[in-house]
Nanobody
């Protein structure tokens, strides 16, 4: 199983980015998908989750600005990030979970300049 995250980069505050996480060798539709982030010197934190049925949950810090979606036909989950703030700067990771199985992507760096 592989999860490949992409879409990170440098953006000015107030801007937008869309991250993607594509899975391979995985029955993508049966996994709950999460986005996490880890800022320098901080612990990894949950950004949001999308269930197999498409329900979403978000951390308070990103609620109303970030949107998670999934396209099971493309084995891909997305994180649309709008109104970005410097404090959103972090490495973003996707995670797939099903029962006792958990897989992590390699992370993609998002840097938001003020």
């Amino acid at each position: 199983v592989q999860l490949q995250a992409s879409g990170g980069g440098l953006v000015q505050a107030g801007g937008s980015l869309r991250l993607s996480c594509e899975g391979s060798r995985i029955i993508f539709s049966i996994y709950v998908m999460d986005w996490y982030r880890q800022a320098p010197g901080k612990q990894r934190e949950l950004v949001g989750t999308i269930t197999r049925g498409g329900n979403t949950m978000y951390a308070d810090s990103v609620k109303g600005r970030f949107t998670i979606s999934r396209d099971n036909a493309k084995n891909t989950v997305y994180l649309q990030m709008n109104s970005l703030k410097p404090e959103d700067t972090a490495v973003y990771y996707c995670r797939a979970t099903m029962s006792q199985y958990t897989y992590w992507g390699q992370g993609t760096l998002v840097t938001v300049s003020s």
